[in-house]
């Protein structure tokens, strides 16, 4: 099972004169809601996370949705022997969080993992549907922090694009 999950950090704090109903996408991607974030295999107890404190994590959710539907465009789809490769990088650190794609599964691997450590493996259809419920519960938690999130149009455009997957 995957586990997608974040923390908050307390020394990068928002700065609080935000108006967080007229914020652009620059400031919502790279700017606010610093933290921590995790992909974590529960059944063999694996995880790739950052530990830094400073990774934007709304940015990070919605990378991570725009990489997912990366790694979907063959048109194969899941019969597809091609490798379909994509990485997730960190503006502020030469660290990437590397993903391939090869017929349903994806692979994911960070640059900080062991060379001997194998990469956490998921089927696509799992990954595309909890990257997008993440997506979807951090901007609720982030809406309950600041209510004036819930009227930025910026997110209702990111909740559209990527709307939840029924299991």
């Known amino acids: 099972m995957l586990d997608i999950g974040y923390s908050l950090s307390r020394r990068f704090p928002d700065p609080p004169q935000t108006d967080y ?7 919502l991607r790279h700017d606010l809601f610093c933290g921590d974030v995790y992909l974590a295999d529960t059944e ?3 995880e790739v996370s ?4 400073w990774v934007p994590v ?3 959710a919605w990378a991570l949705c725009d990489i997912v539907e990366e790694l979907d ?3 194969r789809g899941s019969r597809s022997a091609d490798r379909r490769h994509a990485e997730l990088d960190f503006t502020e650190s030469t ?17 900080w993992m062991a060379p001997e450590e194998p990469p ?3 089927s696509h259809r799992l990954l595309r549907r909890e990257a997008r419920d993440f997506l979807h519960d951090l901007i609720a938690d982030l809406v309950d922090m600041h209510e004036d999130l819930a009227d930025n149009p910026a997110i ?3 909740q559209s694009r990527f709307p939840r997957v029924p299991a």
Not at 21 to 27: E, K
Not at 50 to 53: D, R, S, V
Not at 95 to 111: H, Y
Request: no cysteine.
């Open 21 to 27: 109903r007229t914020a652009d996408v620059r400031l």
């Open 44 to 46: 063999t107890d694996r």
């Open 50 to 53: 950052t530990a830094w404190g």
């Open 58 to 60: 709304l940015d990070f």
């Open 73 to 75: 465009r063959d048109p």
């Open 95 to 111: 660290d990437r969080i590397l993903f391939e794609r090869r017929f349903g599964w994806v692979d994911i691997e960070a640059d």
């Open 120 to 122: 956490l493996t998921f």
């Open 156 to 158: 209702w455009t990111l």
